[in-house]
């Protein structure tokens, strides 16, 4: 127009500005294929009218609540099928075997370890401080190991080698060969809780992990109540078979019970996202998990590896002052240290029976809270928000910490009181299933903050036992229960604390990435003319 020839501008852009979507192609395809089967003109069975398709939008809500929501695409659900079968029934033995091979000793000891090895005065005590040492010992070293070592290896072949200790325990003959024992049993058992939780937090989003973390620590409940009907049974059908006692086939069963789950580790663990080689998984599943996880804000393994100065980057952040604290409130605020139920039954001269089977009763009540609790938490109403749940569940404890301190209560108030004090023995479950939203910058560290939280408590709980929990102050306990109440409003005062710090956090980080953003768009730009 003017007789000048016509430029090309060429603008040369910093790649860092550029932001480029890695999606997993087939994933991408599933939501498509979902968008467009929305749009066509044929309702869906729950969008028609009529009682049948009432019914079934009913139960789409209800499936929002007690589990996950029925509008995730095709494949993220088969996904969480397998990963569920899989994983959390592998988890659930596995804990479940880990607190029979923990608690077995106790039920041995009454049933005729004590007189076969002339057990006295306080080694009973001993046993289970040396069991604790080993198992407090065994925390830290696995989980980060678990970051190098596959934890379908690391925590399989440790459970294996936990159950041949088990068998080894039948054939003791004198108390420090059972020292020993129980120290390396602890030892091998300190990786699997810290690893397991580490691991199934790497797996799920916030609004899925609450109920899965839940129903794997709700097994250690029934455990406890399972030892006991087990002891009794290998004691009245067992005993003198082979030439071995009752308390010998004790350990014998639960040696046998858990080295299968021990093999079936090697194959139903996944290991983490990042390295999963999980035959029931596919390539594009594994994409998938690593995809929803960044895509609620998580950094992947790697990311923040292990190397010698990041436990003092750990320790700057106060993650590592807090939430081992938290654990110490959560545990000492569940009256469980002493079996006081059962003695209050026995001061009232209760039969045997009654003695035995009216308790279990409160671990019944414990597991039905946590999983609804957990179930609410995950659900729309929360939102993957844990601080209500852990104040609903405390709630009850600390109602009944305080009527049983009273005491002077009508006696079907003290059984009201006792059954309810038991609602908090879920809420472990819920506080871990906390730490990915405290804790999304790095991977690493929640696996170390899991298993020193977990230490933590296991040492503070010796000296509370001393301290309000003595065996004389039965059946009342008196302090025990005051302590519980007074460290579940502190556990709660906590948790709103940590509510407001992760919220600070995440707007920090929001911060942090606008401006990031904003750098790259302001880098300069490189305008070229060339003559056409």
Request: charged share 15%; proline share 6%; with cysteine.
């Amino acid at each position: 127009m003017d007789g000048k020839p016509p430029m090309l501008l060429l603008i040369s852009v910093p790649t860092s500005s550029l932001f480029v979507p890695q999606l997993d192609s087939k994933y991408c395809v599933a939501h498509v294929d979902s968008h467009s089967s929305q749009s066509s003109d044929s309702p869906k069975p729950w969008e028609k009218p009529g009682f049948k398709a009432k019914a079934h939008r009913t139960w789409r809500n209800i499936q929002r609540y007690i589990w996950d929501d029925p509008d995730k695409p095709a494949i993220e659900k088969k996904f969480l099928l397998k990963l569920d079968f899989f994983l959390l029934t592998y988890t659930c033995l596995g804990y479940f075997c880990k607190n029979l091979d923990q608690q077995n000793i106790n039920n041995a000891y009454v049933s005729g370890m004590k007189e076969a090895l002339n057990m006295g005065g306080s080694q009973l005590t001993y046993m289970g401080n040396v069991f604790t040492a080993g198992y407090v010992v065994g925390q830290l070293p696995a989980v980060i190991l678990s970051t190098k070592i596959r934890p379908s290896i690391l925590v399989s072949t440790l459970e294996i080698l936990w159950a041949v200790l088990t068998f080894c325990c039948a054939s003791v003959k004198t108390v420090p060969q059972l020292y020993a024992l129980r120290f390396l049993i602890g030892l091998c058992e300190g990786a699997f809780f810290p690893v397991i939780i580490y691991l199934i937090s790497s797996w799920y989003t916030k609004v899925e992990r609450g109920k899965r973390v839940t129903i794997f620590y709700a097994t250690a409940t029934m455990a406890g109540m399972f030892s006991g009907y087990l002891q009794a049974a290998a004691y009245k059908n067992l005993n003198g078979v082979m030439g071995h006692a009752g308390w010998q086939w004790l350990y014998i069963i639960c040696g046998t019970i858990s080295l299968p789950v021990g093999v079936i580790g090697y194959f139903f663990n996944p290991d983490f996202p990042e390295n999963s080689r999980a035959f029931y998984l596919t390539p594009d599943e594994t994409a998938l998990a690593r995809q929803r996880l960044l895509r609620d804000g998580y950094k992947p393994l790697g990311a923040s590896a292990w190397d010698k100065t990041k436990i003092f980057r750990i320790m700057k952040q106060w993650q590592f002052w807090v939430l081992p604290l938290g654990y110490f409130f959560v545990q000492s605020s569940f009256p469980s240290a002493q079996p006081a139920f059962a003695l209050y039954l026995k001061s009232t001269h209760r039969t045997v029976y009654e003695i035995n089977v009216w308790p279990t009763g409160q671990a019944a009540i414990g597991v039905v809270v946590q999983i609804i609790a957990a179930m609410l938490s995950d659900s729309p109403l929360l939102n993957g928000r844990r601080w209500q749940a852990i104040t609903f569940m405390q709630a009850g404890t600390f109602i009944g910490a305080v009527i049983i301190a009273a005491w002077n209560v009508p006696e079907g108030a003290r059984f009201f009181a006792y059954y309810i004090s038991y609602m908090c023995a879920g809420v472990p479950g819920i506080y871990y299933s906390w730490f990915p939203e405290l804790i999304p910058h790095d991977h690493e560290m929640r696996g170390f903050l899991t298993a020193l939280s977990n230490i933590v408590s296991y040492i503070n709980q010796i000296w509370v036992a001393d301290a309000v929990w003595r065996t004389a102050e039965a059946p009342r306990f008196r302090p025990g229960f005051i302590f519980a109440a007074v460290t579940g409003v502190c556990l709660v005062l906590l948790s709103i604390g940590l509510h407001f710090l992760q919220l600070r956090d995440t707007r920090i980080r929001e911060k942090e990435a606008r401006e990031a953003a904003q750098v790259d768009v302001e880098a300069p730009v490189n305008i070229e003319k060339v003559e056409l």
